[in-house]
């Protein structure tokens, strides 16, 4: 009996990264730009939210999970920064515009992972595709500080990592 008491007590949360702005303008080369696909690691490509233990391995509490799918709020969340940073018009793919947009952004994240050290670990490569001119590929690092050990935190870093990724893509453009 005590036992259905307490996983009726049990709610899933459900979290959405809040949004950040910034002071970052650039007019850009590129009129239009898609942001194509978004390939994260399969321990991150579920709502739960990994984290790992000091001993290197991850761990998940399925009762806190992201609102959106991870790839998705990625792909929402660089269009939306890039968007703001640069002068060019800037959309997730499928294309809703006519014509082929002058970039796609397709990226590859190797890791996605908050650590035991209390930081977010953001690295992979980008490809920016041009229509008219050479692409070119670039690797990323980035290293994002989480505030505590609360899932809002949590997921504030993810937000923070993907404005610095998105900054990063922007001066590419």
Request: glycine fraction near 2%.
């Amino acid at each position: 009996m005590a036992f259905a008491l307490l996983t009726a007590c049990a709610q899933t949360e459900y979290f959405v990264p809040p949004p950040v702005t910034t002071d970052l303008r650039l007019n850009v080369r590129a009129d239009t730009v898609m942001v194509n696909d978004i390939s994260i690691p399969e321990y991150a490509i579920n709502q739960e939210i990994p984290l790992q233990r000091a001993d290197g391995s991850l761990f998940t509490d399925t009762d806190k999970l992201w609102a959106d799918l991870p790839d998705r709020a990625m792909a929402g969340a660089l269009t939306r920064h890039l968007n703001q940073i640069t002068d060019a018009s800037v959309a997730v793919e499928p294309w809703p515009l006519s014509g082929f947009p002058d970039v796609e952004v397709t990226v590859f994240v190797e890791d996605m992972i908050v650590q035991a050290n209390n930081s977010l670990r953001l690295t992979g490569t980008y490809a920016l595709r041009r229509e008219t001119d050479r692409g070119s590929i670039e690797t990323f690092a980035l290293t994002v500080p989480v505030a505590d050990q609360s899932y809002t935190a949590i997921i504030a870093a993810h937000e923070a990592a993907w404005l610095r990724l998105a900054e990063e893509i922007a001066r590419k453009l």
